[in-house]
């Protein structure tokens, strides 16, 4: 026995509302206080202000409080917290510098670092901050990341081997 849907159009039964019960009572009473034909009405006057002096108090306490969100209090770090280990990662191009780098920000913080620009900062501990610069390949660059890095991390390409940077990186 096959049926051809194609001759056919079906026909579906329209919705039908709930007649009694919870929900046909809540419908009922919900359009029962929609309607405004007993008399009650929209007031507009109903929430104004009725002193201008509370109105100005009011209004100067959102302002304050917005102001207050837009400048937020600058941290005193003069209380004799401890400067961050800063950690310089060198190494040739392609070897995943920015990718170890992102690996230790997850591993500390549980956020994805989506890029690695300048130097990173997080809290290792409660009294410990780490600080991730990533080394760039030139001379000036690796004498300057030198003069200020507290621990060196030096990535070597396993299929290439020790490039010459990486030695001039040691030397300095």
């Known amino acids: 026995m096959a049926i051809d849907s194609g001759s056919q159009e079906q026909s579906h039964k329209s919705h039908r509302s ?3 019960g919870p929900s046909a009572k809540r419908k009922a009473k ?3 206080k929609g ?4 008399g009650k009405k929209h007031n507009p006057k109903a929430f104004a202000f009725k002193s201008g002096a509370k109105a100005k108090r009011l209004q100067s ?15 005193d770090r003069s209380t004799g917290e401890p400067a961050p280990y800063v950690v310089v990662v060198h190494g040739p191009p392609k070897v995943g510098k920015s990718l ?3 690996s230790l ?7 994805h670092l989506p890029e690695v620009r ?3 900062t997080i809290v290792s501990g409660k009294q410990r901050r780490l600080q991730f610069v990533e080394c760039p390949n030139d001379i000036n660059g690796m004498i ?3 003069k200020f890095a507290d621990l060196a991390l030096l990535l070597v390409d396993g299929s290439y081997g020790f490039e010459m940077e990486t030695f001039e990186f040691l030397n300095i």
Not at 35 to 38: A, F, Q, R
Not at 61 to 75: C, F, G, S
Not at 105 to 111: I, Q
């Open 18 to 20: 709930r007649q009694s």
């Open 30 to 32: 919900s359009e029962k």
């Open 35 to 38: 309607d405004i034909s007993d």
């Open 61 to 75: 306490r959102a302002t304050e409080k917005e102001q207050r969100r837009l400048h937020v209090p600058t941290i």
């Open 100 to 102: 170890l780098i992102k």
């Open 105 to 111: 920000v997850k591993h500390y913080t549980k956020h």
């Open 118 to 120: 300048g130097p990173i």
């Open 144 to 146: 300057d990341a030198a």
